[in-house]
């Protein structure tokens, strides 16, 4: 579906977005992919969660972006606590 739709070959679908948050904030939003964390590519939530918790707190990540109309976006997120 993540291939078919956003026309890339890799990364995760948010399925949703605390209101309020730090993502939020940043402009994520529901139904974005998220390709990439501090330029790993994502491939699974797995992946995804392995590179959050190498993050330590107070460090910013970088998230690369493909939103529903096919553009890819950047996204710099402060880590909190764990």
Known sequence: MIKKRYEVDYGVRVSSVELFGQASERGIVKDDVILEVNKQKINSVKDFKEAL???KE???????IRRRDKTTAFVAIEMGKK
């Open 53 to 55: 918790a190498k993050a």
């Open 58 to 64: 107070g460090e910013a990540i970088l998230l690369r």
